[in-house]
């Protein structure tokens, strides 16, 4: 999008046009009450920015609470989280990221008016707040800007690396401004923490699922400083770090990391946060909810079926051909903290005994034999025309009537204490500096919840996990964790990181900062069947499916899933489910990492913004 295009749609108003836009506006912020301000605060009669009087409207802290509701539309779509898609869990067809066929123009989107209209809004806020003779809530609300600039920006990062950063609002006569070139990835990075830390100042210290606040500063800090400067370490030397004419610059990595490991520790020590661990499923029942769990979940976003604001977490489950891979359910460790991959003949064990004695996580994260759907009496086999690899995921999935789409109503978290964990401990060793006190209170504490052995820093650096790093096994291959001191303990970190917070939008980021996308083109398989016949697969020794080379009756309550037609297996009529047979997956290691830069936005200021390293947009500048 043009930079100009800014400027000519500056109202207030907050009535997307875009889809997701759209559910993004009806996001809840504080309890539904709140909840229901927000969205009707999306229409507010208001005029135009450039013809409000500041001086009359920003005076109170009601105007400022209800102007910078419009900036909780940048809260994640859910579909970003429950359908993340990679080698851990597939679709039922790939999005162009995996297969390595994105064009010069999928980076539209995410530098479209709409969205860099929200940078345009919080500018605004934070030039006229001054207006507001409230000090405390001119405090508070500044705050609240400062931190979705910082989230504005980091989701830029994320996507286009180096960007052009605007900390004032853009006039229609400031030709400098809008055909400014890009700032360099450093400037962006250090502005992002710099507002973030004002955030932390600002911002109060008093706990709210909906409402940022000094502890959701701190976990986006957290995770923005482990984000870059584990890209940065894993980059260095590449075109995306010291190796182009775009980013020349070599950056450092390790300061980061440090402010990571001090902000994660701040928010451990001082947050009163702790993790979930009531009744006999606590991770299945966290994302199984209503309603928030605060003392694990720091920001997540309301959904509510009485005012019809709902998503398609269930949905996508249950009527949807979704799951899974074998890679990721292999990582799932037995009860004693040994590798599943370290058991004799682990590749063909089948469906029935794949969950015993393994990390219970697997069971409240993976429809397992004897799944029960929460409000039922009763289990029910695992539908494998529904899924693609078999492994059916059940976070997030309440009562069957909420199995229709769009109507998802349970809460979505966007930050949690265990996330800050993982970062801490990820930082620490990164750094070199882990202790396993650290360890104790962090990754030991998830695996304390889970009812799995703890993590011993030592005896995981003795023994790494070969399965992690192997062809076969998971396929992390980066020289640069390859060669560090700390491998075998950073592998099982990552283990911890891939197994706890799957499909909560993390994935395709820790892939892009740990610079192993060659991942997404490894195969997805699925459950191992040895061949044609009947199989259980609830346990209760009556059989659930035939698998067969033809159409046949397997008898009463027997579905038949003929070969090549309802269920694909890697030797044709044995072996492993394969999901997108035949479909060739790329990475290109040279320009996937990051999105392109529109043509547009080049063309339009005369070439002042660069392109990416390795997107050809045919601009002769």
């Excluded at 927000?38 to 109170?60: K, R, W």
């Excluded at 259980?536 to 659930?544: F, I, M, Q």
């Excluded at 499916?545 to 009756?553: E, N, R």
């Excluded at 005369?606 to 601009?619: C, E, K, M, T, V």
């Amino acid at each position: 999008m043009s930079m100009r295009k800014i400027i000519s749609n500056s109202n207030v108003s907050c009535g997307p046009t875009a889809k997701r836009s759209n559910r993004l506006c009806k996001a809840g912020l504080t309890a539904l009450a709140v909840l229901t301000l927000c969205v009707t605060s999306c229409n507010m009669d208001l005029a135009p920015e450039d013809q409000l009087s500041t001086v009359t409207y920003f005076t109170s802290g009601t105007a400022l609470k209800e102007y910078s509701n419009y900036f909780y539309r940048m809260m994640p779509d859910p579909e970003t989280m429950y359908a993340e898609e990679g080698e851990h869990f597939v679709a039922p067809v790939p999005n162009d990221e995996m297969r390595g066929i994105r064009d010069i123009h999928s980076g539209e989107a995410y530098w479209s008016k709409d969205v860099w209209k929200t940078l345009r809004k919080i500018n605004y806020l934070l030039a006229n707040a001054d207006q507001c003779s409230d000090a405390d809530a001119r405090t508070h609300y500044v705050g609240v800007a400062h931190f979705f600039r910082a989230y504005f920006y980091f989701n830029m990062l994320q996507r286009f690396g180096a960007v052009p950063w605007y900390d004032h609002v853009i006039n229609a006569d400031d030709k400098e401004s809008l055909n400014r070139p890009r700032d360099s990835r450093d400037l962006v990075v250090r502005n992002i923490i710099a507002d973030l830390d004002m955030a932390v100042d600002e911002l109060p210290a008093m706990r709210s699922a909906y409402e940022v606040n000094k502890w959701t500063a701190l976990a986006l800090k957290s995770r923005v400083c482990l984000f870059e400067g584990t890209f940065r370490k894993y980059h260095a030397g590449t075109t995306f770090n010291g190796g182009s004419s775009v980013y020349s610059e070599v950056l450092p990595w390790d300061d980061l990391l440090q402010q990571c490991a001090d902000a994660s520790l701040t928010l451990m020590q001082e947050g009163g946060y702790s993790l979930y661990t009531t009744g006999a499923e606590p991770y299945r029942m966290l994302f199984a909810t209503l309603t928030p769990q605060t003392e694990e979940i720091i920001w997540a976003r309301a959904y509510s079926k009485d005012l019809d604001i709902k998503h398609n977490a269930q949905a996508w489950s249950v009527a949807r051909a979704t799951g899974f891979t074998k890679r990721f359910a292999d990582l799932y460790l037995m009860t004693d903290g040994t590798p599943f991959t370290s058991q004799a003949g682990y590749e063909t064990v089948q469906y029935l005994d794949i969950f015993a004695n393994r990390d219970p996580r697997m069971a409240q994260t993976i429809h397992a034999p004897g799944y029960i759907q929460m409000g039922a009496d009763k289990t029910y086999a695992v539908n494998l025309r529904m899924s693609l690899t078999g492994y059916k995921y059940i976070k997030y999935i309440m009562e069957s009537t909420y199995n229709t789409w769009g109507g998802s109503v349970c809460t979505m978290p966007i930050f949690r204490v265990a996330e800050v964990y993982l970062n801490y401990a990820e930082a620490k060793a990164e750094l070199g500096t882990l202790t396993q006190s650290d360890l104790d209170k962090s990754v030991n504490l998830l695996r304390d919840r889970a009812g799995v052995a703890h993590l011993s820093m030592s005896d995981a650096n003795a023994n790494p996990d070969a399965g992690m790093i192997s062809e076969n096994g998971y396929g992390f291959s980066s020289p640069v964790l390859l060669a560090h001191p700390n491998k075998g303990v950073l592998l099982e970190i990552r283990r911890e990181r891939l197994i706890e917070t799957p499909l909560e939008g993390l994935h395709y980021w820790d892939i892009m900062r740990w610079r192993e996308g060659h991942l997404f083109t490894l195969p997805r398989l699925g459950l191992y069947f040895p061949g044609e016949g009947k199989y259980d697969l609830t346990g209760d020794g009556k059989a659930n499916i035939l698998l067969s080379a033809t159409k046949k009756s397997g008898g009463l309550g027997v579905t038949c899933l003929v070969f090549d037609q309802d269920v694909f297996l890697s030797n044709g009529t044995s072996g492993n489910m394969v999901a997108y047979k035949d479909m060739i997956m790329q990475w290109n290691e040279d320009k996937d990492y990051l999105y392109p830069i529109p043509i547009t936005d080049r063309t339009m200021t005369s070439g002042a913004l660069s392109q990416n390293p390795g997107w050809i947009d045919g601009l002769q500048y």
